[in-house]
């Protein structure tokens, strides 16, 4: 065993070292799980019990010299490098840049609707996303038992007196009305909840923008315009619109909004299954109802509102066609997003 030792003390000796090559080759013959110097270590079992200690401490003093030497030679192959007589440096090459952050897609898409409003007189306003009952369902008009309320399954968090997660941005225009005096314009984008089950469709989180606009003598026409404008202000200047007929308790004449497919010119795809149309939200004539719960007198003012989902938007922007992309946070789907300036 003694000679054996000294025999691997040797070649570690003269194993001369002069390239990374030779370096790792080194590391493989002496160092690595099958190497020589493991291989001694097996051999103590064989050792006489009285005899192990000092042919272990023996091994151990091998172990150190060849990780000695193979750290010296890594350093010195390593500073010799630097020095210029290994790789190339050039050292007034621009550094390669880092990886900066970008904007989540759902940002992108509710600042760009933001500032298409704001071009029009729209300002910005917030509430808050936990909600009582009165703002979320009953100052927009929908009674206690009816049915309505099933139509948006709420998250509650406490009941008598209900508390929940605002189930729509709703909720924001019943708070600028009790705050603020007509004339209002005001656009309110949000996160809402829903009890659903998550689909690639569906989310119990998604995106909302509400929009309002209350003053003397606003009609339908103001409502078909303003929403013509938006069209064709995010999704191009050929766009066209459609109102359909539907019901929602807080505006009456009611109607879901569909822009023409942007993918096929409203031709008929996949995406749009065919009808040229896609639907992006909801919108109406306030009703005169909403409008008193505020204390706005419904024979002086009237207004129109309309609600649009970020989610669709973002979706039908890019062609995105997995809801569920938007809340995994993977740095692949993520980096394909890019701010438009
Ligand atoms: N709050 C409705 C929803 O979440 C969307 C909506 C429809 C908002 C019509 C409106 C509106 O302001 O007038 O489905």
Same mark, same amino acid.
């Given at each position: 065993?003694?000679?054996?030792?000294?025999?691997?003390?040797? *070649?570690?000796?003269? +194993?001369?070292? @002069?390239s990374?090559? $030779?370096? #790792?080759?080194f590391?493989?013959? &002496?160092?690595?799980?099958?190497?020589k110097?493991?291989?001694?270590?097996?051999?103590?079992?064989?050792?006489?019990?009285?005899?192990k200690?000092?042919v272990?401490?023996?091994?151990?003093?091998?172990?150190?010299?060849?990780q000695?030497?193979?750290d010296?030679?890594?350093?010195?192959?390593?500073?010799?490098?630097?020095?210029?007589?290994?790789?190339?440096?050039?050292p007034?090459?621009?550094?390669?840049?880092?990886?900066?952050?970008?904007?989540h897609p759902?940002?992108?898409?509710?600042?760009?609707?933001?500032?298409?409003? *704001?071009r029009?007189? +729209?300002?910005? @306003?917030?509430?808050? $996303?936990? #909600?009582?009952?009165?703002?979320? &369902?009953?100052?927009?008009?929908?009674?206690?038992?009816?049915?309505?309320?099933?139509?948006?399954?709420?998250?509650?968090?406490?009941?008598?007196?209900?508390?929940?997660l605002r189930?729509?941005?709703?909720?924001?225009?019943v708070?600028?009305?009790e705050?603020?005096?007509?004339?209002?314009?005001?656009l309110?984008?949000g996160?809402?909840?829903?009890?659903?089950?998550?689909?690639?469709?569906?989310?119990?989180?998604f995106?909302?923008?509400?929009?309002?606009?209350?003053?003397?003598?606003?009609?339908?026409?103001?409502?078909?315009q303003?929403l013509?404008?938006f069209?064709?202000?995010?999704?191009?200047?050929?766009?066209?619109?459609?109102?359909?007929?539907?019901?929602?308790p807080?505006?009456e004449?009611?109607?879901?909004?569909d822009?023409?497919?942007?993918?096929?010119?409203?031709?008929?795809?996949?995406?749009?299954?065919?009808?040229?149309?896609?639907?992006?939200?909801?919108?109406?004539?306030?009703?005169?109802?909403?409008l008193?719960?505020?204390?706005?007198d419904?024979?002086?003012?009237?207004g129109?509102?309309f609600?649009m989902?970020?989610?669709?938007?973002?979706?039908?922007?890019?062609?995105?066609?997995?809801?569920?992309?938007?809340?995994?946070?993977d740095?692949?789907f993520?980096?394909?997003?890019?701010?438009?300036?």
């Amino acid at each position: 065993m003694n000679a054996e030792i000294e025999k691997v003390k040797a *070649e570690i000796g003269k +194993f001369s070292i @002069s390239s990374s090559e $030779e370096l #790792e080759k080194f590391r493989l013959e &002496f160092l690595s799980k099958k190497g020589k110097v493991p291989a001694l270590f097996v051999g103590l079992k064989d050792v006489l019990p009285e005899e192990k200690r000092k042919v272990g401490q023996a091994i151990n003093e091998v172990k150190v010299l060849a990780q000695k030497k193979f750290d010296d030679q890594k350093a010195l192959l390593g500073n010799n490098k630097a020095q210029g007589s290994g790789e190339m440096v050039d050292p007034t090459l621009p550094s390669k840049p880092g990886q900066v952050g970008g904007s989540h897609p759902i940002s992108i898409v509710r600042d760009q609707m933001v500032k298409i409003f *704001e071009r029009i007189g +729209f300002n910005v @306003s917030h509430g808050p $996303e936990i #909600e009582d009952d009165w703002h979320n &369902f009953t100052a927009l008009n929908f009674p206690p038992d009816h049915p309505a309320r099933e139509m948006q399954d709420t998250f509650f968090i406490e009941k008598d007196p209900d508390i929940a997660l605002r189930t729509h941005t709703s909720s924001v225009q019943v708070r600028v009305m009790e705050n603020e005096k007509p004339p209002i314009r005001t656009l309110s984008p949000g996160r809402v909840f829903r009890n659903e089950a998550i689909s690639a469709r569906a989310h119990c989180i998604f995106h909302q923008v509400e929009g309002l606009y209350i003053n003397r003598g606003v009609s339908f026409v103001d409502l078909k315009q303003t929403l013509y404008h938006f069209a064709k202000e995010f999704f191009g200047e050929n766009t066209k619109i459609r109102l359909r007929p539907s019901f929602f308790p807080f505006t009456e004449p009611s109607a879901e909004l569909d822009v023409s497919c942007p993918f096929c010119n409203g031709k008929g795809c996949k995406i749009c299954k065919g009808t040229g149309w896609v639907e992006i939200g909801g919108a109406g004539m306030v009703d005169p109802r909403v409008l008193r719960s505020s204390n706005i007198d419904p024979d002086e003012y009237s207004g129109f509102a309309f609600g649009m989902g970020i989610e669709r938007i973002t979706m039908l922007k890019y062609q995105i066609n997995d809801i569920r992309l938007f809340f995994e946070n993977d740095v692949r789907f993520l980096q394909q997003f890019q701010r438009e300036i």
